[in-house]
């Protein structure tokens, strides 16, 4: 029996689609069975990010409605072969599908497969009701900023209510530099007020947006940085136990001169 | 003797004034009491009123005591202790501010009946709305809202809106363990906290109380 894992912030923009192929990549090229969904229906764009659009030929919606059999609506991905993508439909809208649908969707695919990945849309409206029916873990991705985790905060109460009990942190766009400074919230701060376990810390990083781009998840690539914290968090979520990767390393040629001389430390 | 005159009861204006004299000790003065209740017990009814103590300073577990005494020789329904023993050489404000503090420190014996008590913080977008007081176990974050006409007590941070007294009563509180409201109102008054003075307590734990003095808020820290 497979996890159902669903990907959530509320907010928009915060990364919700990147960690969501970033770590159905990652547990893929762990040997797992994955299936990513793409919930955000009217607004698909996991696709995308995985480089997988061409591909596409039934989706959520035409399984639910039984236009199809699940099995051919699964885009299995062209790097590996225990990943699947569920897209959304791109020309309907999130009242396509209900609750119910998508929890006899998950049970469906968690009996194949290890992980299904649920990718949610921003909000908090059918979209996210929809997203989070089936989940029984969830990942609340969140900026250190404050309308984000504001957006955070009020996701977990509504994940709370729904009674899914395993909600776990990644805070994205992480930069240290910032927060020495004084002028980005730390972590302390948004675990204080979030107050759910950290499943993982990523760095910003411009590698995330070429990556994005050309359709080939970070997480795949050594030299990035965003892609290491996503290898991590990859094994976390497997259940091991990896320590957080010091944000402040590698930075630079200052960085190292600093190592050198103690300076500011 | 001078037993029987280390208690004189008064009825004031908000309820029984009891003076305490000077120059008894707290033995003489809970007998006294005891004696005094006893003879005139029908003049104490089952009423609801509020009771004030003057005269010789006592300590609080004293004052609880000589509560006690009311309650188990008579119906009386005691809404509200008012504690204003001791010298009066204190400077104006810090009475207030003791006085204010051992009235919540008589809360447990304050009618319960009504209050509202959740178990768990409050997260953006929930909300509690109460007819009585309500007693938050965890932090009431930003986004989240509760509005009491009673009294509001948050045993974690507030970072929310919380309005305590909302039907106008004015002698509501509201304490919290760390005080970061964005803003905060208390019957018809409300107050805001400068972004400044919440950035720099975000991470203290502190524990203070809010109360209305005239037309302001008062935040004063829970300490004794």
Not at chain 1, 244 to 257: I, N, R, V
Not at chain 2, 100 to 114: F, H, N
């Amino acid at each position: 029996m497979g996890e159902v894992i669903v990907i959530t912030s509320g907010k928009g923009g915060v990364g919700k689609t990147t960690t969501s192929a970033n770590l159905g990549c990652g547990l893929a090229i762990a040997g797992k069975s994955v299936v990513l969904i793409d919930a955000d229906i009217g607004l698909r764009n996991l696709d995308v990010v995985m480089g997988l659009e061409n591909r596409i030929v039934y989706d959520l919606v035409d399984v639910v409605e039984g236009k199809c059999r699940l099995k051919q609506a699964l885009i299995k991905d062209k790097r590996y072969p225990s990943l699947f993508l569920l897209a959304a439909a791109q020309t309907k809208d999130k009242t396509a599908v209900s609750p119910e649908q998508m929890a006899k969707l998950c049970e469906t695919l968690r009996q194949e497969h290890d992980y299904i990945i649920i990718d949610c849309p921003a909000g908090i409206e059918q979209g996210f009701k929809n997203a989070i029916a089936g989940a029984d873990k969830a990942i609340v991705v969140a900026t250190p900023e404050v309308s984000s985790v504001r957006d955070a905060d009020r996701i977990v109460g509504l994940l709370e209510a729904a009674e899914i009990k395993n909600i776990r942190l990644i805070l994205n766009r992480l930069r240290p530099d910032m927060i020495k400074r004084g002028e980005m919230m730390t972590i302390d701060d948004v675990v204080d007020i979030l107050a759910i376990e950290v499943l993982g810390l990523v760095p910003d990083d411009e590698s995330i947006v070429t990556a994005t781009n050309r359709g080939e998840p970070a997480v795949a690539d050594n030299n990035s940085r965003a892609g290491q914290a996503f290898r991590n968090i990859t094994q976390r979520i497997m259940g091991n136990d990896v320590p957080f990767m010091d944000l402040e390393e590698a930075g630079g040629l200052m960085t190292w001169l600093k190592k050198v001389f103690r300076i500011g430390s | 003797m001078q037993k029987n005159n280390s208690v004189i009861f008064k009825g004031g204006k908000n309820g029984i004034v009891i003076i305490l004299s000077e120059y008894a000790d707290y033995d003489s003065i809970a007998e006294s009491l005891r004696e005094k209740i006893r003879s005139s017990s029908r003049f104490f009814a089952d009423a609801t009123t509020t009771i004030t103590f003057k005269g010789k300073q006592l300590s609080e577990s004293e004052i609880l005591s000589l509560i006690d005494i009311i309650s188990a020789e008579t119906n009386l329904s005691i809404s509200f202790v008012e504690d204003l023993t001791g010298t009066f050489d204190i400077a104006q404000e810090k009475r207030d501010e003791v006085a204010a503090l051992k009235k919540l420190k008589s809360l447990e014996k304050m009618p319960t009946d009504g209050a509202y008590f959740h178990k768990s913080g409050l997260r953006s977008g929930q909300a509690i709305s109460h007819s009585g007081s309500v007693v938050v176990l965890g932090d009431v974050n930003a986004g989240a809202e509760i509005v009491a006409a009673g009294n509001v007590v948050v045993f974690g941070a507030i970072r929310g809106l919380v309005h305590a007294g909302a039907d106008g009563d004015d002698k509501a509180f509201v304490c919290a363990l760390s005080m970061l409201p964005i803003q905060l109102r208390i019957a018809d008054k409300k107050t805001y906290f400068p972004a400044e003075l919440i950035k720099e307590n975000k991470n203290k734990i502190d524990p203070v109380y809010a109360y209305v003095k005239g037309e302001e808020i008062y935040v004063a820290p829970f300490t004794n």
